[in-house]
């Protein structure tokens, strides 16, 4: 063993593909291993002090903002990635400049729409769905965020010019930001929904506008601010605007299996709401490999790509793949036997009683997690039309599934879901790619 991990490691050390990337996704995933540890006890205090009809309040209204945001506010970082790793690969300064401009003109310009539509529609919404005061309060207060989630282009220039550290460091100091909010707010007014959808809020803004702010200053020194200012829309590379149109139309497409499992499960109880979302939350610390491996990977697979490397695009994701699975899989295995147990023992028996939930979504994430890999390849060849065209019908297969089965199966109808919906998007992906770009 000690020996196949040295020879792993003197291979990656005489790589410098894979030495970098090995480097990103070390750094990534330190930072969001703190972040999400913070994240976790976050929810865990707050699902504990809020009981679990009230955690589902918290959890419906933010829900409210994340689809509305997911929907409505386009974030451009995969543009700047992409036509960013074009300009600097022909030294293209003013197509640099200019693709950095309008990614912050299309993230800032729909974020204020967002936040508009948000609002106007939120009574209605609620009462469509027959939320309690609470959840449609928490909803109001988070459609604040709406308006500076312009994570975008600042997140896509970070991770265009290797500042990897910084998003990292970033992300713990905001979680730590957030747990402190919450704490105080619990102490200083009580367990209240609405208090604490207030601390969550207030949190996220700031770490928007850091983040906004960071961003700036890499792109002061790295391209000029005044370049950027002044850049012409007319010097975007070529392709630009439809791939940022595709690629915000397919995170748009996307958010029904992100967030709309909620809304169909307000229509049973907020306990159920509650106790779907806090599985969710812990099982996203499954992600702590995903993530970091689709953020550092993506700038890398444009680079190949852009050198005409595309079978070994498609060949990197394949050992990506068979990596992540020896490292999630048994992850997976022992959250299923250790936490429902554990929480029905220290939160509620609730969580204890939906066992077979948790070890549903559990099997479910570790399959998206071990794929994961294949969207940021899939984007990277430029296919950000044919990904929402796929994304459009396989959410529509996920809406008409939870639809037809909820009354049937109840809270299960969602997982069942989500698995078709899985199924397609990570098949015809791969087919395509196969069958198309590399044939």
């Not at 205090?45 to 409505?72: E, R």
């Not at 020896?326 to 066992?355: Q, R």
């Not at 890999?373 to 529509?396: D, E, M, R």
Request: charged fraction near 15%; hydrophobic fraction near 55%.
């Amino acid at each position: 063993m000690h020996f196949s991990l040295k020879l792993l490691r003197d291979k990656i050390r005489g790589n410098e593909f894979w030495a970098k990337l090995a480097k990103n996704v070390f750094t990534i995933v330190v930072g969001q291993g703190g972040a999400s540890a913070l994240n976790m006890l976050t929810s865990f205090v707050s699902a504990g002090f809020l009981g679990v009809a009230g955690y589902g309040s918290l959890m419906i209204g933010q829900t409210y903002m994340q689809a509305n945001d997911s929907l409505l506010n386009f974030q451009s970082w995969q543009s700047v990635i992409r036509y960013g790793s074009i300009s600097l690969e022909k030294r293209d300064e003013r197509g640099l400049a200019a693709s950095i401009k309008a990614a912050f003109l299309v993230d800032v310009t729909s974020a204020v729409a967002g936040c508009v539509i948000s609002f106007a529609i939120v009574g209605f919404v609620a009462g469509v769905l027959g939320w309690d005061s609470a959840a449609t309060a928490a909803a109001v207060v988070f459609c604040f965020e709406i308006l500076v989630h312009i994570e975008g282009a600042p997140t896509g220039l970070l991770r265009l010019f290797d500042r990897f550290n910084y998003v990292a460091i970033h992300a713990v100091v905001m979680a730590a930001v957030k747990l402190l909010f919450v704490a105080v707010s619990m102490v200083l007014f009580g367990n209240s929904v609405v208090v604490i959808a207030c601390a969550y809020c207030a949190a996220d803004i700031i770490k928007s506008m850091t983040l906004f702010f960071i961003a700036v200053h890499v792109a002061r020194r790295r391209v000029g601010f005044f370049k950027i200012v002044k850049a012409r829309l007319a010097d975007l590379p070529a392709g630009y605007i439809s791939f940022t149109i595709w690629s915000n139309l397919d995170t748009s497409a996307d958010a029904p299996i992100q967030y709309f499992d909620v809304f169909f499960l307000s229509l049973l109880s907020s306990e159920v709401v509650g106790v779907f979302k806090f599985f969710r939350q812990l099982l996203s610390a499954l992600s702590l490999l995903s993530r970091p491996v689709q953020q550092a990977i993506m700038p890398q697979l444009a680079e190949l790509i852009a050198k005409g490397l595309n079978s070994r695009a498609y060949e990197v994701v394949r050992k990506i793949e068979k990596v992540v699975a020896k490292v999630v899989t048994p992850c997976a295995a022992i959250a299923c036997l250790v936490v429902p147990p554990a929480l029905a023992v220290f939160m509620d028996p609730l969580y204890g009683a939906y066992w077979y939930l948790f070890a549903t979504l559990a099997a479910l994430v570790a399959a998206s997690i071990v794929f994961s890999a294949i969207h940021p390849c899939f984007n990277a060849y430029g296919l950000t039309k044919q990904s929402t065209v796929i994304t459009l019908i396989s959410n529509v297969v996920y809406l008409v599934a939870c639809y037809l089965l909820l009354g049937k199966l109840g809270v299960m109808a969602i997982p069942f879901a989500m698995a078709l919906q899985y199924l397609i998007v990570i098949g015809l992906k791969d087919i395509y790619i196969r069958k198309v770009i590399l044939d």
